[in-house]
């Protein structure tokens, strides 16, 4: 990751009590901008920096735009602070600016790299600044946005420091948009309040369906304009820094190189001509709104069960979706629904309707991700360390298409604590070989079907929910011939924003390659949910990161979402770099649902489409050889009514799972009995198999 880079004055990236040296800096004496007229004077600022090595100079701590006499704007506070970054790395030292106008705090590598373009950006604006025991003299600032960063200062008056700028920062910025916010929010309340004065009956209730909407956009223009502020906020800050010196190109997005193979076709069109009905669109990866407070808790904690291999059967179920029909009812429900929610609310605790809902559960739509288990494998089949990270780029790129086919945006099921999913892959030998050379070149048939089990790898694959409050999903794979596994776990975080849902993938995963020795910590991107009052349709948005500490290749990849005028839809680039040489060596852009098309530093190109890819069926035990908390035993019910379209079944089924899980989390609480999962354990904030492949080798 960032390992061999260190910060100027901070030593060993691993060094956790390494010293901080921070400094406030002139700014000019613009009043209204002074820290002093927020509440933090200039004095007990700088006599907050005595000692400990710190550096301060005279003057206020304050931070302008631009002086009167048209000076550039300087950071309201600098200096060096160990962040955490996880638990492979630990704590590193980076040299953190807090733009006070701004309302950014930014860190760079070290102090010689600041005027570069920086590692990492929070926004402010709404931020949680809270101290913590965790760790010596640490802070963490949440940021409004679901972005964290923890922090540690070299003493207890640095840290004071720290916290106290970085609050009177969020404060101040929250204060600001909140006046014009007030504003608004007022005339939405008066709207709605005047809504929902009217009769119960006659030619115009508060029911009629014009009106509902009325009070949905209404909402949704709040969320706007709140995301508008955020843009500005960002924009001024951009045209600050090139006011006095040359921005950084993105390296991602103005990288020149050959233009993408791919046709225009709707997926990649306006909002207009969204969703086709081929259009790979769901709900699958919105897995948090917590429609289901369900369901039947399990049974004691037995231990770890055998999964017989022999007992698998290749997946014959039908996983197409079909249209319910935008029925009047089903919008009413729906408009209702959005009409009483907030901007912001989270939906762990919103009853959704049952009609909306996939035939899956989310721990099974994890497993769909492997859907082409060939290309994972073939990462441990590369030849060298630069060609191992691209196939595994290529791979993760290649893992989201599968999620799910059909036009209708819907949501799998919440799994349930304790809730597991067990299948298997069988992978011909002859389909796992690197791809970096040599096109690919799909075979004809749809499926890839292994004809003797000899001939074939075995990849097995266990997913658990492991926590209910937050929710936690847990999956691991494991091919012992190839020696290759991986272990993630997901927190799942859902945000009511107007006329979409924002879901954020908390957590990271890592993939182990045990015959070279090397992790691949990855994380995942955030999803949305556009047009729910219309056609729903999903898309991806975010920066992820793929890091290998071993071999100090590292990935970025970000998933553009649309923007409000024009633009494309499920755009993804992504870059991956040898940070020892500072050398790009693979850059790839495209749509993560269509075409990419990947560059290589020696000129190289090479197209993959999603849509054409050979997908291998996982194998999966019959519903009577399952055990009672196994997913599709336990939601066979809710499956069977909505296959047969009897959505009032459908929802009674799902009522009585959700009371079964009350009643049984009733009985723990009162009992104090804490929920131990079956298959992982919880390891500093992660989680981990219960008998990984690292371990028993």
């Known amino acids: 990751m960032e390992r061999a880079a260190q910060g100027a ?18 700014a000019g004496s613009s009043p209204s901008c002074s820290l002093a007229g927020r509440g933090i004077s200039g004095r007990s600022a700088v006599a907050g920096l005595g000692g400990g090595g710190s550096r301060s100079s005279p003057g206020s701590v304050a931070a302008s735009p631009s002086g009167g006499d048209g000076r550039r704007r300087e950071p309201a506070l600098e200096g060096v602070l160990s962040k955490y970054t996880n638990l492979l790395q630990g704590w590193q030292n980076r040299y953190f600016v807090l733009d006070f106008e701004a309302g950014l705090l930014q860190y760079f590598v070290n102090e010689q790299s600041k005027h570069q373009k920086p590692r990492g950006t929070l926004s ?78 006659g030619p115009l209730t508060a029911l009629d369906q014009d009106l509902l909407l009325l009070k949905a956009t209404s909402a949704a223009t709040l969320s706007c304009l709140g995301e508008c502020f955020n843009l500005l906020q960002q924009s001024v800050h951009q045209v600050g820094q090139s006011s006095h010196k040359p921005v950084a190109s993105e390296n991602i997005l ?121 290309l994972l494998l073939a990462v441990a089949a590369g030849a060298t ?42 992978v011909p030998r002859d389909r796992v070989k690197p791809k970096r050379t040599a096109p690919h070149s799909p075979p004809s048939q749809e499926h890839l079907i292994a004809e003797e089990p000899a001939e074939s790898y075995k990849l097995r ?23 290759l596994c991986i272990n993630t776990h997901v927190w799942t975080k859902s945000k009511f924003m107007g006329m979409s849902v924002g879901v954020s993938m908390i957590g990271e995963g890592v993939l182990r390659l045990l015959e070279h020795g090397e ?15 219309t056609i729903p349709w999903v898309e991806l948005g975010g920066k992820v990161s793929i890091n290998c500490a071993k071999t100090g290749y590292s990935a970025t990849v970000i998933f553009h979402t649309k923007p409000f005028y024009g633009g494309k839809v499920h755009r993804v680039t992504a870059e991956v770099k040898h940070n020892p040489t500072n050398t790009i060596v693979c850059k790839v852009h ?22 054409t890819l050979p997908v291998c069926p996982k ?79």
């Open 385 to 426: 360390p630069e060609e191992r990270v691209i196939c595994f780029v290529e791979y993760y790129l290649t893992a989201f298409h599968e999620g799910r086919k059909g036009a209708l945006a819907k949501k799998p099921y919440n799994p349930i604590i304790g809730e597991t999913f067990h299948c298997s892959w069988e």
């Open 519 to 533: 992790e691949y910590v990855f994380t995942l991107p955030s999803a949305y949910a556009r047009s729910i009052l």
């Open 124 to 201: 402010l604006s709404g931020a949680i600044v809270s101290l913590s025991d965790e760790a010596p003299h640490m802070l963490v600032v949440y940021s409004a946005n679901g972005e964290m960063y923890k922090l540690r200062a070299a003493d207890a008056k640095e840290k004071q420091l720290w916290v106290s700028q970085l609050r009177a920062c969020a404060k101040y910025h929250m204060e600001t948009n909140s006046k014009v916010m007030n504003q608004v929010e007022g005339q939405q309340k008066n709207l709605v309040h005047a809504i929902e004065s009217l009769p119960g009956s």
């Open 461 to 483: 694959f266990v997913a658990e929910q492991v926590s209910h409050h937050p929710p936690i999903s847990c999956f691991y794979c494991e091919c012992k011939e190839k020696r």
């Open 619 to 697: 194998k999966i035990r019959p519903l009577e050889k399952q055990g009672p908390m196994e997913s599709r035993n336990l939601w066979r019910e809710v499956t069977r009514y909505l296959r047969l379209g009897d959505i009032d079944a459908a929802t009674e089924q799902k009522r009585r799972l959700e009371d079964k899980q009350r009643m049984e989390e009733r009985k723990r609480e009162n009992l104090r009995t804490p929920w131990q999962p079956k298959y992982f354990i919880q390891e500093g904030d992660g989680w981990v198999y219960f008998n990984p492949l690292w371990k028993a080798h």
């Open 590 to 611: 495209g749509e993560w649902n269509g075409t990419l098309e990947f560059t290589y530093n020696n000129g190289e190109t090479k197209v993959v489409d999603t849509t």
């Open 254 to 374: 103005g990288w020149p190189g050959p233009k993408s193979h791919s046709t225009e076709q709707l997926k990649n069109g306006t909002f207009g001509s969204l969703p086709s009905a081929s259009a790979n669109i769901t709900w699958a990866i919105l897995p948090n709104t917590a429609e289901d407070e369900q369901a039947l808790q399990p049974e004691p904690n037995s231990g770890p069960e055998l999964v017989l291999s022999e007992d698998e059967k290749s997946d014959t179920e039908d996983k197409e979706e079909a249209e319910l029909g935008v029925m009047e009812d089903q919008r009413s429900v729906i408009l209702h629904l959005i009409s009483q929610l907030k901007l912001g609310m989270d939906l762990t605790k919103v009853v959704l309707p049952t009609f909306i809902l996939e035939k899956r559960s989310l721990l099974e739509m994890y497993a769909d991700f492997m859907a082409h288990p060939d």
């Open 9 to 26: 004055d901070g030593g060993g990236g691993s060094n956790s009590s390494s010293r901080s040296s921070s400094r406030a800096t002139s």
